[in-house]
């Protein structure tokens, strides 16, 4: 007889390093009193993630939204952008916040990432960039987007917020694409408390983003640019220098934890799984996403979600519903149909996966969803 979790078991929760080892080393910011602005943990912080990612074109910030900004504003890109309304609306926000106008165009229906076949026909004389995500880690069909935009002449950026740690055969996915964004918030896979990088191929951009985040100040007397303040600082710092050291290990766990989701959900009519990546692909395993078929499961995804709760289960609707349908988006006008984002955003909940959580409490969960299906001991 299952029962209800004791505690909710909420769709996320972050990786925290062992305290005392975090206090310990907290230590080191008491004693130099630099709390912020470029202090010696952040520049720690970017020469390990310089390493990491093997490039030096690395800018870090105070959170992800500010990021991409601040990307978009430097690299001056304006008028149109391809993007995808299938996203968290930090992607297109950043847009408006530079008076760009958002080119929705649909997904394609195995990993949910923009669809290159749609985005050709989207490109019109304004158009200076797409906007593309790797939505749940997903990456996006990297060549094709690569192939439009040399073709037309755009610039390519990378919304891989979703995307730390995944691969492409031995290349990181920030080698992709003109310019990769990064959110280290601590509702992602990998954190820095709050935080936000930028990886980009144009080293002169270094310069412009580190102006751009610091009020524009190029020396004490000089302001070269009316920047913004989006500095990350020395606590982030060391949070994300700490986390680093554990990504391997939390990766693993979480492809354990996603393992068996889908070996006990396979069998559950009317649940389907984002089908096995291709084998160069090394995966984060960042969301744990379900699409549910109202006629096969018996109940559509919201009757499950609303149901789940009652289980102490916090699954999330993401991405219902679609950037474009919310109110402050309804006055863009939407062109072309976006028909498999729609069906996602209908039918997609993202289960519950950390790597604190036991592959016991993934095995309940599965066996809930089954109950809940089968109608019995419906609660
Ligand atoms: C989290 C997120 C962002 C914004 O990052 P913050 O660090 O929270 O500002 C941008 N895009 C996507 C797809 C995200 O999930």
Redesign the pocket.
């Given at each position: 007889m299952i029962k209800p979790f004791e505690k909710p078991i909420y769709v996320t929760r972050p990786f925290l390093p062992p305290f005392d080892g975090f206090c310990e080393e907290l230590k080191e910011i008491w004693e130099s009193q630099w709390l912020t602005n470029n202090g010696p943990i952040l520049r720690r912080f970017s020469d390990l993630l310089s390493r990491f990612f093997d490039t030096d074109n690395i800018c870090l910030f105070n959170?992800?939204?500010?990021a991409?900004q601040i990307a978009l504003q430097g690299m001056e890109i304006s008028g149109e952008v391809i993007t995808t309304p299938f996203?968290?609306v930090?992607?297109t926000h950043a847009l408006l916040w530079n008076k760009i106008r958002p080119v929705f165009v649909d997904i394609e229906p195995d990993y949910y990432t923009l669809d290159p076949e749609k985005v050709e026909s989207a490109i019109t004389p304004l158009t200076s960039a797409i906007l593309a995500?790797h939505?749940y880690g997903h990456p996006c069909q990297i060549n094709s987007l690569s192939d439009i935009a040399k073709k037309h002449n755009l610039k390519l950026i990378y919304?891989s917020?979703?995307a730390f740690g995944v691969k492409i055969g031995n290349r990181s996915i920030a080698d992709f694409g003109d310019l990769n964004?990064f959110?280290?918030?601590a509702?992602?896979l990998y954190h820095s408390l709050?935080?936000?990088m930028l990886i980009f191929k144009q080293t002169r951009l270094k310069n412009t983003f580190n102006y751009l985040k610091n009020f524009g100040f190029k020396n004490e007397l000089e302001v070269v640019m009316v920047g913004t303040n989006a500095k990350m600082n020395e606590i982030q710092a060391l949070m994300g220098i700490q986390v680093l050291r554990y990504l391997e290990e939390i990766i693993q766990r979480r492809s354990k934890l996603s393992e068996v989701y889908r070996r006990r959900l396979v069998e559950i009519p009317g649940i389907r799984l984002v089908p096995a990546m291709s084998a160069d692909i090394m995966y984060n395993y960042a969301y744990m996403p379900i699409e549910v078929d109202e006629r096969e499961f018996r109940l559509s995804r919201d009757a499950l979600y609303e149901k789940l709760k009652h289980w102490n289960i916090f699954g999330r609707r993401y991405f219902y519903p679609l950037i474009c349908d919310y109110a402050c988006y309804r006055s863009i006008s939407v062109e072309n149909p976006l028909t498999v984002a729609r069906r996602a955003a209908d039918r997609i909940l993202t289960l519950p996966i950390y790597d604190s959580l036991q592959i016991s409490d993934v095995e309940r969960i599965c066996e809930v969803i089954r109950l809940i299906h089968l109608g019995e001991n419906a609660r």
């Amino acid at each position: 007889m299952i029962k209800p979790f004791e505690k909710p078991i909420y769709v996320t929760r972050p990786f925290l390093p062992p305290f005392d080892g975090f206090c310990e080393e907290l230590k080191e910011i008491w004693e130099s009193q630099w709390l912020t602005n470029n202090g010696p943990i952040l520049r720690r912080f970017s020469d390990l993630l310089s390493r990491f990612f093997d490039t030096d074109n690395i800018c870090l910030f105070n959170n992800g939204t500010l990021a991409l900004q601040i990307a978009l504003q430097g690299m001056e890109i304006s008028g149109e952008v391809i993007t995808t309304p299938f996203s968290f609306v930090a992607t297109t926000h950043a847009l408006l916040w530079n008076k760009i106008r958002p080119v929705f165009v649909d997904i394609e229906p195995d990993y949910y990432t923009l669809d290159p076949e749609k985005v050709e026909s989207a490109i019109t004389p304004l158009t200076s960039a797409i906007l593309a995500v790797h939505v749940y880690g997903h990456p996006c069909q990297i060549n094709s987007l690569s192939d439009i935009a040399k073709k037309h002449n755009l610039k390519l950026i990378y919304d891989s917020a979703h995307a730390f740690g995944v691969k492409i055969g031995n290349r990181s996915i920030a080698d992709f694409g003109d310019l990769n964004l990064f959110s280290l918030h601590a509702t992602k896979l990998y954190h820095s408390l709050e935080g936000g990088m930028l990886i980009f191929k144009q080293t002169r951009l270094k310069n412009t983003f580190n102006y751009l985040k610091n009020f524009g100040f190029k020396n004490e007397l000089e302001v070269v640019m009316v920047g913004t303040n989006a500095k990350m600082n020395e606590i982030q710092a060391l949070m994300g220098i700490q986390v680093l050291r554990y990504l391997e290990e939390i990766i693993q766990r979480r492809s354990k934890l996603s393992e068996v989701y889908r070996r006990r959900l396979v069998e559950i009519p009317g649940i389907r799984l984002v089908p096995a990546m291709s084998a160069d692909i090394m995966y984060n395993y960042a969301y744990m996403p379900i699409e549910v078929d109202e006629r096969e499961f018996r109940l559509s995804r919201d009757a499950l979600y609303e149901k789940l709760k009652h289980w102490n289960i916090f699954g999330r609707r993401y991405f219902y519903p679609l950037i474009c349908d919310y109110a402050c988006y309804r006055s863009i006008s939407v062109e072309n149909p976006l028909t498999v984002a729609r069906r996602a955003a209908d039918r997609i909940l993202t289960l519950p996966i950390y790597d604190s959580l036991q592959i016991s409490d993934v095995e309940r969960i599965c066996e809930v969803i089954r109950l809940i299906h089968l109608g019995e001991n419906a609660r």
